[in-house]
């Protein structure tokens, strides 16, 4: 089974566009029948996230953490006790592609780092056409490069947990992962191939995250 993983602090405006996509992705044909497992966790909500993600056939966690890693970590063990293989990872404010999971898992890697791409800059106002080229001109949206975003990111089940998993922090969580993968000696694809879009909102859900980066940009 494969597993995906959704952390979400009241995110009920962009979690459906999120999860339809996700779905979409879980029955593309390529994965030959494969079950895949959605869940979105919860992390101290109070608006209508719940509502939302109920009404897609995912699995729905909720904790009181306010803490992004602790929330993937959540997730993460949820999967792997119902027997995942492989956990793949994004958010709620990103859309991923049709051929997400099949690009990650034909990669062959214990572990992929994928990109992102942000198609619309208009919640920067004025300065967003200034931050989309300060963006472009020092992003690496290609294969090879060296980002890392749990907005776009899979590891085999084994190495995960190799790893020690996620660690409960409140930003830069998915980069303490791969430093954690790195040193076990997991086998690491940094590939464009599994497209993601995601949002280039103002108001970030976890600080230090890529929402300040890209705050920071137009600053």
């Known amino acids: 089974m494969i597993g995906i993983v959704i952390p979400a602090h009241n ?6 566009v999120c999860l339809v996509a996700v779905i979409a992705a ?3 044909p390529a994965l030959r029948g494969e079950p895949v497992r959605v869940v979105v966790v919860l992390d101290d909500c109070d608006d209508g996230s719940l509502a939302v993600a109920q009404a897609h056939a995912v699995d729905v966690l909720q904790v009181q953490a306010r803490n992004v890693g602790a929330a993937r970590a959540a997730g993460a063990h949820h999967l792997l006790q119902a027997g995942a293989r492989w956990l793949a990872f994004t ?5 991923v592609s049709p051929d997400w999971l099949v690009a990650q898992l034909r990669l062959g890697a214990q572990a992929v780092c ?3 791409e942000v198609r619309d800059w208009s919640p920067h106002g004025d300065r967003g ?4 080229c300060h963006f472009e001109r020092h992003y690496r949206d290609a294969d090879g490069h060296r980002h890392i975003h749990g907005a776009n990111l899979g590891v085999c089940a084994l190495a995960y947990q190799r790893a020690g998993g996620f660690a409960p922090l409140a930003c830069s969580e998915d980069v303490a992962l791969v430093e954690a993968l790195q040193r076990c000696g997991a086998t690491i694809a940094w590939s464009a191939a599994p497209r993601v879009v995601t949002s280039a ?3 970030a859900r976890a600080r230090g995250g890529f929402g300040d980066t890209l705050l920071a940009m137009a600053s």
């Open 26 to 28: 879980a029955r593309h």
């Open 201 to 203: 909102r103002t108001h």
């Open 91 to 95: 958010d709620a404010d990103t859309v």
């Open 11 to 16: 995110e009920e405006a962009c979690l459906g």
């Open 129 to 132: 056409e200034a931050v989309r």
């Open 114 to 116: 994928g990109s992102v």
